[in-house]
């Protein structure tokens, strides 16, 4: 079953991958069914990132944003594709100009699902990543600690995306050289961690280190 799940699989990823280079090369046109298979490979690709995989990202993306979509559910497609281009773009290093794509994303996002919606929390949490990638600490660190309060409140303090959220908080504040406040976060942190994710945690490792 597993074998078969696999090549069900291998074979979707194939089908996007042909759908979005004949709609690229103009063979057939760019509509919901293939800005999906365009979202769709792109979130595959990010799920497990390479130097490839993220420049194929940026290029299906870029693709995608010379055309016009009309539709609600085209336009919601197309903000889930801001998303991977912007997480793309800043993997591959060209950190300032996902923070652009980010913050776009996050204001077009305002007109449409909002800042707190589960769309709008991915979003502020890659413009606040992004952000202190570029330098920008002091932003980073009121983008995380907004950001905080919000997830802490919709999905509680002790959510895995919360602990997460805590733990990049708590590093944007050491990077600005707040580290009493840092290792205090961090104590409080790994407390948590532990009693939710367990010791042997990627990321309970990570806090400890």
């Known amino acids: 079953m597993a074998v078969a799940g696999a090549e069900s699989d291998s074979q979707d990823l194939h089908r996007q991958r042909l ?15 293939t800005l999906n298979s365009a979202v769709t490979l792109c979130s595959n690709l ?9 420049r194929q990202v940026v290029m299906v993306s870029e693709e995608v944003f010379l ?16 998303q991977l281009y912007g997480d793309a773009l800043g993997q591959l290093g060209r950190v300032s100009r996902a923070v652009q794509v980010c913050e776009k994303l996050l204001a077009d996002l305002d007109g449409t699902t909002g800042r707190r919606s589960v769309e709008g929390l991915r979003a502020r949490g890659s413009l606040g990543w992004w952000l202190g990638q570029a330098g920008r600490w002091s932003e980073a660190t ?16 002790r959510a895995v995306e919360t602990l997460r959220t805590r733990h ?3 590093w944007f504040l050491n990077r600005q050289g707040r580290t009493r406040e840092a290792v205090r976060e961090f104590e409080i942190l790994l407390r948590d961690q532990v009693a939710v994710l367990g010791p042997d945690s990627v990321d309970t490792i990570s806090t400890q280190h």
């Open 168 to 170: 990049n908080a708590a």
């Open 46 to 54: 990010m799920a497990h990132p390479d130097l490839v995989s993220q």
């Open 19 to 33: 759908l979005v280079a004949l709609a690229s090369e103009g063979v057939i046109d760019w509509d919901h069914h």
């Open 142 to 157: 009121v983008m995380y600690q907004e950001l905080l309060k919000d997830r802490s409140r919709l999905l509680g303090p």
């Open 67 to 82: 055309h016009r979509f009309t539709s609600e559910d085209d336009r919601t497609l197309c903000l889930k594709l801001s």
